[in-house]
């Protein structure tokens, strides 16, 4: 596709479920972040993949978050036992490695009831 | 936490007139970007200035950047009802290979027509 896609754009799961959100970066992009942004904030780092690895995973809140991003291209953010205040829209944003300009999917809405 | 802080959280505007929003930030960076959010929606990358730059103009907008203040200016030039957003700025500080990139809090400027 000719931008990122995040699935699904809405989840609402219940409290201690397992949660998995998908993007799919724009091909050719080895650089590929994950953003949590709440209401009236702005994006709150998680976590960078350069090619398969995790470059820098300083920003998930705790273990009960993981991302994959086995072949270099998709990933999947992992949410386990999923709490109320994990409620947010997760971004997802490729870049081409040194350029630096993120280009943004439309975010996967995620409520926890 | 946020490495940007933007000034002012909100501003509301005459259409016509000129918009201008301010980010701080704490470290020292290689370089700095402006991103606008239309609510509900997908980031959109406008500008990026490098470190070693102090302005930049693309269209309507113009950026400055001072890395003695920490400091960086978006600026709108005759404001339209469509430029109506959240805008935000992000900066680069990594010092590996890998490339960090922090959003701050954000400004929603609103044009009234």
């Known amino acids: 596709g000719a931008g990122v896609s995040q699935t699904p754009s809405n989840k609402v799961t219940e409290k201690g479920k397992y949660v998995e959100l998908r993007c799919d970066p724009i091909s050719g992009h080895t650089a590929l972040y994950w953003y949590r942004q709440s209401l009236g904030q702005g994006p709150e780092f998680l976590i960078y993949f350069q090619g398969t690895g995790a470059a820098d995973d300083s920003g998930l809140p705790n273990d009960r978050f993981f991302a994959v991003r086995p072949e270099g291209s998709v990933s999947t953010l992992k949410i386990q036992r999923t709490e109320r205040g994990d409620s947010a829209v997760y971004l997802c944003a490729s870049a081409l490695a040194g350029t630096g300009e993120l280009f943004f999917g439309e975010g996967s809405r995620l409520t926890v009831l | 936490s946020q490495q940007g802080e933007e000034d002012p959280q909100a501003l509301s505007i005459q259409e016509g007139e000129n918009a201008t929003m301010n980010c701080s930030y704490k470290?020292?960076?290689?370089?700095l970007q402006w991103y606008r959010q239309n609510s509900g929606r997908g980031l959109v990358h406008l500008i990026l200035?490098?470190?070693?730059?102090r302005e930049k103009h693309s269209g309507r907008l113009r950026v400055t950047l001072d890395t003695s203040k920490k400091s960086s200016s978006l600026l709108i030039t005759a404001s339209r009802a469509a430029d109506t957003a959240s805008y935000f700025c992000?900066?680069?500080?990594?010092?590996?290979?890998?490339?960090?990139?922090?959003f701050g809090s954000g400004t929603r400027l609103s044009i009234r027509p």
């Open positions: 200035i490098r470190s070693n730059e």
């Open positions: 992000a900066t680069d500080w990594s010092r590996s290979s890998a490339s960090k990139i922090i």
């Open positions: 470290t020292s960076i290689n370089n």
